[in-house]
């Protein structure tokens, strides 16, 4: 069964940090660019960060650039979030999906989320 | 705030059709296709259309997608009390190199 895992999410103190993970399970990890999309309480859904199958390529939103790093590591099929800077407006559940790619790429699997809360 | 705008919220009853629109710019409709999502509160995100007006499988076909030169449309017919939930368009901006999501349409059935 194709599943995402996130982990890593809690409680942390303005201008902290946090790293989340997303363990993949059921398919071939590097084979798939992966994505970060948060979603505030009682908000929509929000785009984080891409990250291409060999990390060669990394996009972010303008409100986590500089501030946030995506990445992964094939061998242990993981996608990672490094949140450096943390702020209140950074609360939220963060999920982890696989692209896919017909004509184009769209998020096919998603991940449960995992919440962080970034209050003082 | 937003660069694909989607109407807050849109009603009908039950076995009328609604219609949802997400617009957008040149810069991301133009070469890009629109992939739309269902989340129930609380819920994952489901993948809903792909390529503008694919289904995965196990989506019924009373849900369909269509993509002009810079909107889409979300179609739903045949409502069901089972389809309230918010609905996103996403797509990508190649001028912006982003991901874009619609604002989202929260869809009540009277």
């Known amino acids: 069964e194709v599943q995402l895992l996130e982990s890593g999410g809690g409680l942390v103190q303005p201008g902290g940090s946090l790293r989340l993970s997303c363990a993949a399970s059921g398919f071939t990890f590097s084979g798939y660019a992966m994505t970060w999309v948060r979603q505030a309480p009682g908000k929509g859904l929000e785009w984080v960060s891409d990250?291409?199958?060999?990390?060669?390529?990394?996009y972010y939103s303008d409100s986590v650039k500089g501030r946030f790093t995506i990445s992964r590591d094939n061998s242990r099929d993981t996608l990672y979030l490094q949140m450096n800077s943390l702020s209140v407006e950074d609360t939220a559940l963060y999920f982890c999906a696989r692209e896919t790619k017909r004509e184009d790429w769209y998020f096919e699997v998603w991940g449960r989320g995992t919440v962080v809360t970034v209050s003082s | 705030q937003s660069v694909l705008t989607q109407p807050p919220s849109v009603s009908a009853a039950p076995g009328q059709k609604v219609t949802i629109s997400c617009a957008g710019s040149?810069?991301?409709?133009?070469?890009?296709?629109i992939s739309w999502y269902q989340q129930f509160p609380g819920a994952v995100p489901k993948l809903l259309i792909y390529d503008n007006n694919n289904r995965p499988s196990g989506i019924p076909d009373r849900f369909s997608g269509s993509k002009s030169a810079t909107s889409a449309t979300l179609d739903i017919t045949g409502l069901q009390n089972g389809d309230e939930a918010n609905y996103y368009c996403v797509t990508w901006d190649d001028r912006l190199r982003i991901w874009l999501f619609g604002g989202g349409t929260q869809l009540t059935v009277l």
């Open positions: 040149n810069s991301n409709f133009r070469n890009n296709y």
């Open positions: 990250i291409s199958t060999n990390e060669k390529s990394t």
